[in-house]
Each structure stands twice: as structure tokens, then as C-alpha cells.
């Protein structure tokens, strides 16, 4: 591993180490919302939960799942630790005047701040859903598809899922599946009006952190090239806007519609 | 231009010496005419602060035409003053009102120690260079033109990376403190070049080593640098100094 060893001691190395990994979660965040988008199913959940228990239960991405979290957790106190050792760069003196707006963008000179704030609702958004759906006493839903004419019968069974072994079958004529309704579980939430505005806020977050991240990632692994640029800056412009708008469109849609 | 005299307001920033408190100073000049350069109204001030029986302030500037990188001034929030593309000597104080309050301290940096008022001691940046900066080969004769092809757009990417007069600027502007914008001017100059490509590796590993020593924050990509970089120094260079230091770190033998 002693190749490796520049993406932890070396200023460049740490900052290949925050574009890969920030890399890594851009490309989750999209696979996190083609998942989420199935909650604007009218199917009472099937399709959401039935990805909710693949994407729980499937050993390669329970494995990427924790090379996920690894990510997340390196990403962000790697972030902090650099945001910390370049103040200190600064000295003991900073500017009485300094004019940022005249030479960047807001954005790419408070990554910590908004990358704290991500931190912040990461934590409260896994507790909310993610320990809920593993540990948390959550609803229990069976459905029950018709083989020959493929209608889907719903029923809460939450009073009686004790010893609920078999979770997808198939009885009779019926495809069965019965779950934890992380789908009910999830509208339930976004009827608060409270939290639907945090996650917003969230997503606000997310946008202005990619606004600059995205680029940067390029940037930052040497890739600047007259002809890809504006194929790179602009990707990243129209993803830090649509993949947050994507998963905001969800909270808002259940809160005002559901 | 038969332009009016303008009144300015100072406000400067004071060090006796690199390890005093220093603090900010107000001064008012009555007869500044717009066509000075700002070195040119600071020599204006210090005439008048001997006259008064003050201490002059010390401030760094050799060529005044733009070439030698010596005059560091952090001029209302921004390296070099509110221009785009030039160095304290080429600023005129026609790009400010009458009346103006106009705030000058030194650069801010760890690794740019304040030796008096606005002078800052820029040896790091030296140091960065003498560690690997240059071309080890013995040059014997001067041999023919064009003996060694140069494709010209690699010449002019060479020559704009060289046109870095290492002022400083990218490290005052930069929110981290940081070199990147020097160190990569430098490390693309010769890596650009096949007489500098033989230590291309050793090169930008020692350079990198030495920036990072030498306690300059690392870059946010925010951009700043060349945006206030007086010789507009691009941001590819950058990129490409990643490309040189992670390709060395992990092919080298």
C-alpha cells in the first residue's frame, strides 16, 4: 500500500483522495434516486419496497453499501481536517479586507460549510430511515400479485408479523411479499411539514456543493481540456441542479399531494 | 489630461518588525493626481510621513513595470488592487474616486512572514524553485535553432506557463493559502519541454515536498489565483501539475 501512501500525506494526494471519493458519491446519489423516484409510484409501495429489501438483502450491495459508508466518513472528516489545515495556512493574521466575490464563486470557497451541513443531515437522515428500516419498529405490508390477472392485493399485517419468516413466495396463484413498509414509513415522515423543509434545505446544500464539487473533482484528477471543459462544466451545472431537484420534488410531492 | 487632484483616505497596515503586534494606520493625502501609479502615491505618502517626523512605510517594489513581482499589496480585499491582469506599479489611482478610503495590508500568509509594514519575506517560494526548478544538465555551447523541434503550441503553452514572475498573488488570493498556482506555473514551464522532461518526476515530487514544507494550504479549485494572477496564469496549469505529481508517484521507479 506504500504507493497508495500520497493520497493521505501530501497536499495533492489528499485532494485526489476528496475527488475520488466525492466522485464515488455523485455517482450514488444517482443510483439513490432512480430508487426514491419509485416512491412517486400509485402502487402502494410494491415497486419502492420491493428495491427497499433488494437493495437490503443483496450480499454485493450490502458489500458496496459499507464501502459507502466508508466513503461518506472519509469524504467528510477528510474535507474538515483540510478546511482546518488550510485556515491554519493563512497564519496567525487574516485579512482586514477581503473580497472573495471578486474572484470565485461563493460556493467553491465554502465547501466545509455546506459540506457540514450534508454531514448533518446524512446523520439525521440514516436515523430516520436507514435505522428505522434495520432496528426501528416500522409497519409490516403484504402483498399478495394474482399470477393470472396480476392485480395486487394490499394488507397491513403490522399487528401480526410476529415470526414472519418467508418474505417473497409464491402460494397458490399468488406471488407473495411481505415487508417492512419503508414506503409508509416514508410518507408518514414527509406529512411534517417541519421536515419536508429541512430536507429541502438539504437539497439546497447538495446543489451548491456540487455546483463547484462536481468540476472541481475533473480539475482536481488533471483533467482540464480545452475541448472536454465545457462538457465537464456544464454536466456538472445541469447535475448539481436536476439530481437535488429530483430528490426534492419527492417530500414536496407526498407533503402537497398525498 | 489636465485631471483634478483627489483627496484619499489610507488606512495601512503597521508592523515595526516581523514579531510586533501590527495594527492598521489612517492617513489622508490631499493631492493625489489620477495619473499616479498606486507605488507612486505611496511614495507620496512616505514624503510626507518624513516630513511630519513619521517612519515611512515600507513596502516592496523594484521594475515599476510590471515584471519583477516585488510590489505586494493586498489592496481592498484583493492582491494587486481591483484590476484584472496587473501588479501594484501598473495600477493607477484613476481607478479610484475622490474621497476613497482605500485599505492596503501585506499578503497573509503562514509561510510569508510580515518582515516590516506591507514587505513580506517570500523566500519560501525561492526555496520551492532551488528544490527543483530547473534543468541539471550541462547546457556546453549554445546549439542551433530549432536543433530540438518544439511543437509551437507546446512552445506557447511553455512560454505562458513561464510568464509567472512569482509575486505572490495566487498565494495571497487563494482562501488556503495556497502555492499551487506558482509551484504548477513552474512544474508545467519544464515538464512542457523535452529539455525539461528528462526529471519531470523528481521534479514535481521535490516541488510538491517542498511546497507542502513550507506550510501553503492545499487548492479548492475556487480559482482565485488566476483570476488575480497578474500574468493570468491558467488554471490547467494546475491540473496538469496533479497529472505530473500522481503520474510520477505512481509510475516512477
Given at each position: 500500500m506504500k504507493v497508495l501512501q500520497f493520497l493521505f500525506t501530501s497536499s495533492i494526494g489528499r485532494k485526489v483522495l476528496m475527488a475520488l471519493t466525492g466522485l464515488f458519491l455523485i455517482l450514488f446519489l444517482v443510483i439513490h434516486l432512480m430508487g426514491n423516484l419509485q416512491l412517486l409510484k400509485h402502487d402502494e409501495g410494491y415497486a419502492f419496497n420491493k428495491y427497499a429489501w433488494f437493495m437490503t438483502s443483496n450480499p454485493l450491495i450490502k458489500t458496496v453499501s459499507y464501502l459507502l459508508y466508508a466513503t461518506i466518513l472519509l469524504h467528510a472528516f477528510k474535507g474538515l481536517y483540510l478546511v482546518f489545515a488550510n485556515r491554519k495556512a493563512r497564519g496567525a493574521k487574516s485579512y482586514?479586507?477581503?473580497?472573495?466575490n471578486a474572484n470565485s464563486h461563493w460556493t467553491s470557497r465554502n465547501m466545509g460549510i455546506l459540506g457540514t451541513l450534508i454531514l448533518a443531515f446524512i446523520i439525521g437522515h440514516m436515523s430516520d430511515f436507514w435505522w428505522e428500516y434495520k432496528f426501528g419498529d416500522i409497519p409490516w405490508t403484504k402483498y399478495e400479485t394474482s399470477i393470472t390477472d396480476e392485480s395486487t392485493m394490499v394488507t397491513d399485517i403490522t399487528s401480526e408479523n410476529h415470526g414472519v419468516h418467508i418474505r417473497m413466495g409464491v402460494a397458490g396463484d399468488k406471488e407473495v411479499f411481505i415487508t417492512k413498509d419503508l414506503y409508509k414509513e416514508t410518507v408518514e415522515a414527509f406529512e411534517e411539514g417541519w421536515l419536508v423543509a429541512l430536507y429541502l434545505l438539504a437539497m439546497a446544500a447538495i446543489a451548491f456543493h456540487l455546483w463547484h464539487g462536481f468540476s472541481s473533482a475533473f480539475q482536481t484528477l488533471g483533467m482540464n481540456h480545452p475541448r472536454w471543459n465545457p462538457l465537464i462544466n456544464g454536466l456538472g451545472k445541469a447535475f448539481s441542479i436536476l439530481v437535488p431537484l429530483g430528490f426534492a420534488i419527492i417530500p414536496l410531492y407526498v407533503y402537497l399531494l398525498k | 489630461m489636465g485631471s483634478e487632484a483627489m483627496k484619499i483616505n489610507l488606512k495601512v497596515w503597521r508592523q515595526p518588525n516581523s514579531k510586533a503586534e501590527g495594527k492598521f494606520e489612517t492617513y489622508q493625502l490631499n493631492e493625489v493626481s489620477p495619473d499616479m501609479s498606486f507605488l507612486e502615491m505611496f511614495d507620496v505618502l512616505n514624503e510626507q510621513l518624513i516630513t511630519d517626523g513619521g517612519e515611512p512605510v515600507a513596502f516592496d517594489h523594484d521594475c515599476r513595470e510590471g515584471i519583477c513581482g516585488m510590489c505586494s499589496m493586498f489592496i481592498n480585499g484583493r492582491p494587486h488592487g481591483p484590476k484584472q491582469g496587473i501588479t501594484t506599479c501598473q495600477l493607477h489611482m484613476r481607478s479610484f474616486k475622490d474621497g476613497d478610503t482605500i485599505v492596503v495590508e501585506p499578503w497573509r500568509a503562514q509561510s510569508f512572514p510580515v518582515i516590516k509594514d506591507l514587505s513580506v519575506d517570500r523566500s519560501a517560494f525561492d526555496r520551492i524553485i532551488a528544490s527543483g526548478g530547473f534543468v541539471s544538465v550541462n547546457t556546453g555551447n549554445a546549439v542551433d535553432a530549432n536543433s530540438i523541434l518544439i511543437p509551437k503550441d507546446t512552445a506557447d503553452e511553455a512560454f505562458a506557463a513561464a510568464t509567472c514572475i512569482g509575486c505572490g498573488a495566487c498565494v495571497a488570493a487563494c482562501k488556503n493559502s495556497s502555492a499551487m498556482l506558482f509551484v504548477s506555473a513552474k512544474v508545467s514551464q519544464l515538464s512542457l519541454l523535452p529539455q525539461g522532461k528528462a526529471e519531470r518526476e523528481n521534479r514535481v515530487i521535490a516541488m510538491v515536498d517542498q511546497m507542502d514544507k513550507e506550510g501553503f494550504g492545499s487548492c479548492t479549485n475556487t480559482g482565485a489565483c488566476s483570476a488575480e494572477c497578474p500574468k493570468e496564469i491558467d488554471l490547467s496549469n494546475i491540473a496538469r501539475m496533479n497529472r505530473e505529481y500522481v503520474r510520477a508517484k505512481l509510475v516512477s521507479k
Open positions: 482586514g479586507s477581503y473580497n472573495g | -
